[in-house]
């Protein structure tokens, strides 16, 4: 394993460095959409469908009209024909796609699915005025369930004659068939994951300002990525791009949900250009749950054979998934991101798959953190399958497949390169921080009095900061100001990733000035270069990859000219708390202030060819994937009495490269962590048969608290990317591995009793009822 070469005046970079946003966001200062108040601004809501699948008979607005306050009402048919484009389509051969529109027309195609927008001058008054929106429906039967839509002759979409979004299937190979019958074991289990909800503290929002005078556009928008917004906003209203600006400020949180724009950010931004005026639209938790992007929602069965001792010889596995009506991404990805990274983190050679996606008259699927996650889901609980059936020890039967140093490079069977990876390792340290063998002999004293304890073990390798379009390079703009503080413009998109505070590290290291000195400007399309903002685990690998680039470029002008300031070479020159020396004569120095006043104010004394100012500008595109790792392990008890679930340890060993910041690292883990809890054990949007969503209150769908998350250990290993900085991506991996891993350790507690666990919620009904089927079975 290679080493990165740190800078002589490395400070910042793998410091716990306390977040620059907190203060702000702390003390109820961050600027969030609905702070958002500009002159004469209007509100819009939404008059949504009841029903999951109707045509539109007729809708009836007077009465809403007549309501004081109420500036304007459309439906479909009135604002659709304003965008230029279709909003978004995924179609291509033997992919079919529906066309999207900002409302719908015609027809109904989920429960929540808008059919009007109100425009008022309050909030308050729109909401009264959608209540008297008199909309005639005439039912349909609606087509609900993964599996009822493969096999259903009812039609999610009219003008599309069938409900398969998608399928593919890897080539015929009589070399995986031939494996298995060589193979000691054959085990077959399908694994089923519910559908989630994205959840985030601040849902989805927007205030569009269109000005006559000028057709200009400004969007203020809760978002991951104001650059491709900028671009949406443009095709889709026929605008040129530099006539639209986007605006991000603070977003709390976002978890893919706020990669795309939706139908209904659309139909606010049609509405404003129509009226000339700001118009602002706030999104409500019981809209987020119904009518937001939702995830997930999918099932994988495995069929794999080992020999005699446990050792992978091949793999088969066939991936169905429900994206909904209108899904945000094309229909493909869930199954083959998750069909193509199966392999993860072992060694076999003989691998076939299988994929299939369905629409289905729900809300649409669309990213949610670790959007391939269902192949760690389903590969780890097989393992512990696996393992249970053959009479292995799980942690050993992932040391015999486990991918080792030795190993590497190496290619999985779909084709990805795995190098500076540490699965082993990785593992094993989870294992001893956890005391494996300690716990396995308190295991068996609790069975002896009657007490179910269990621990699960889930390990995955994380491809992060992908080299996929835009979202595959980034640009920083290092400009040292002539008072020598330094701004550092990118085009991100943070969203509680702490940017404000590691890319300043990046650069604080590479310039050698202390970290005060030293801020990000980010958000704004008319400030910032372009870039990809911020999704896929991105953030450290490419946009500080890039802010060091830049940074260095910046560090050599400026020791160029402190050289010749100091009449002598930059070689033998440092930079250290804002002052440079030449190395071994500290009396001989210039303040890095009286460098960037010169290079500003002063250009008769630069160097012969060298421009005035101090400002880098550098973009920088990653490599294909840049791969993290790691292993989480987690120890539970069950009342087998309650059905209920306790956490009792959490311990994650992971790898991701050179940490910039290990508290910020340790912060992205921990929350990907308790979204994973959520998922295993609480969350769950379900539909009844008529599409009718049941959880869109959080009486009904469950989130984790404090009491569900139990105090999380971290044991960390660096082995260095080959990117600039050594950095890997670690936004997604707490969320991808915990869902196995607390799967397994119910499945280990409850394993006297014959109980199989291969679905999910583990609410307490579930396990109540999972120890009753394995009790009378």
């Known amino acids: 394993m290679s080493t990165v070469e740190k800078p002589s005046a490395a400070r910042f970079v793998g410091a716990r460095v306390q977040r620059r ?27 949504r469908s009841p029903l999951a699948r109707a045509r539109i008979v007729a809708i009836d607005l007077e009465h809403a009209l007549a309501v004081p306050g109420v500036v304007a009402i459309w439906d479909g048919s009135a604002l659709n024909g304003d965008a230029a484009t279709p909003l978004w389509d995924w179609a291509g051969e033997g992919t079919p796609f529906p066309e999207v529109r900002a409302l719908a027309e015609g027809d109904v195609r989920f429960a929540g699915d808008p059919v009007a927008i109100v425009i008022a001058r309050d909030r308050y008054v729109a909401e009264d005025a959608a209540e008297l929106v008199d909309v005639e429906y005439e039912p349909l039967q609606a087509v609900v369930g993964r599996e009822l839509a493969e096999a259903s002759t009812g039609r999610a979409h009219d003008g599309i004659d069938t409900n398969v979004a998608w399928s593919a ?20 289990e399908t694994f089923r994951q519910q559908r989630h909800v994205n959840v985030p503290m601040e849902p989805r929002g927007l205030v569009a300002h269109w000005e006559r005078g000028a057709e200009q556009l400004t969007v203020y928008a809760s978002s991951q990525n104001p650059h491709q917004d900028r671009e949406y906003f443009a095709r889709v209203m026929g605008l040129p791009e530099h006539h639209v600006r986007v605006i991000m400020r603070d977003v709390g949180g976002g978890f893919g949900q706020k990669i795309f724009r939706t139908r209904e950010e659309t139909a606010v931004a049609l509405a404003s250009r129509r009226l000339g005026r700001p118009v602002k639209w706030i999104e409500d938790r019981q809209e987020n749950l119904m009518a937001a992007n939702h995830a997930r929602d999918e099932q994988m069965t495995l069929r794999v054979g080992v020999d005699a001792d446990g050792v992978i010889t091949a793999i088969h596995a066939s991936h169905l998934a429900d994206v909904g009506a209108y899904p945000l991404m094309p229909a493909m990805m869930p199954g083959f991101m998750a069909l193509e990274v199966l392999p993860g983190p072992y060694r076999f050679a003989r691998y076939g798959w299988a994929g299939k996606s369905v629409f289905t008259n729900t809300s649409g699927i669309s990213a949610y953190r670790g959007p391939w996650m269902m192949e760690t889901v389903a590969r780890e609980i097989m393992m512990d399958v696996v393992a249970r059936e053959i009479g292995v020890d799980p942690a050993e039967i992932r040391r015999r497949n486990v991918i080792q140093t030795e ?81 550092v413009l990118m085009g991100t998109g943070s969203h509680g ?71 002598a070479a930059a070689a033998d020159l440092e930079i250290e708390d804002g002052t440079i020396t030449v190395k071994g004569s500290p009396g001989s120095s210039i303040a890095f202030a009286d460098v960037a006043r010169i290079a500003y104010y002063d250009p008769s004394r630069l160097p012969e060819g060298m421009e005035p100012g101090l400002e880098s500008t550098s973009r920088y595109s990653a490599p294909p994937a840049t ?117 397994n350790a119910v499945a280990d507690a409850l394993a006297p009793l014959g109980v199989r666990v291969t679905s999910q919620p583990l609410s307490p009904d579930r396990v109540l009822a999972m120890i009753d089927d394995a009790r009378s079975a």
């Open 407 to 487: 190993d590497l490079p190496y290619t999985t069977p779909t084709g990805r390169e795995y190098d500076r990876i540490s699965p082993a390792q990785t593992l094993e340290a989870a294992l001893e921080e956890i005391g494996y063998e300690r716990f396995r002999e308190e295991q068996a004293r609790a069975r002896a009095e009657g007490r179910y304890l269990g621990l699960g073990i889930s390990t995955y390798i994380e491809p992060t900061a992908g080299a996929q379009g835009p979202t595959g390079i980034e640009a920083a703009t290092v400009r040292v100001e002539p008072s020598g503080k330094v701004n």
């Open 627 to 743: 791969y993290a790792n790691s292993t989480q392990v987690c120890t539970c008890e069950v009342d087998v009495a309650t059905g209920e679930v306790r956490l009792l340890d959490y311990v994650v060993g992971e790898d991701c490269g050179v940490m910039i910041n290990p508290m910020v690292v340790e912060g992205q883990i921990a929350g990907g962590v308790a979204q994973g809890i959520g998922g295993a054990l609480l969350e769950h949007l379900a539909y009844d048969e008529t599409g009718n969503p049941l959880a869109i209150t959080f009486k009904d769908y469950l989130l984790p608290t404090t009491e569900d998350v139990p105090d999380i250990r971290y044991v960390h290993v660096e082995t260095p990317s080959n990117t600039p900085g050594g950095h890997k991506g670690v936004g997604e991996g707490g969320a991808i591995g915990a869902p196995a891993a607390i799967v």
């Open 169 to 188: 299937a890897s080539p015929t190979d009589p070399a995986l068939e031939a494996a298995f019958a060589a193979s000691a074991h054959v085990i077959t």
């Open 497 to 567: 990733h702490s940017l404000e505070t590691t890319m300043v590290q990046v650069v604080a290291d590479q310039l050698g000035v202390p970290i005060e000195d030293v801020r990000l400007l980010q958000g704004d399309t008319a400030v910032s270069p372009y870039g990809g903002g911020t999704a896929g685990s991105r953030s450290a690998v490419i946009a500080g990859g890039v802010a060091r680039i830049s940074a260095i470029k910046l560090r050599e002008k400026v020791l160029e000219l402190a050289g010749h300031l100091l009449e």
């Open 21 to 47: 946003e907190d203060p702000r966001l702390l003390s109820g200062h961050g600027q969030y959409i609905d702070d958002v108040r500009l002159p004469g601004m209007l509100h819009a809501t939404f008059v």
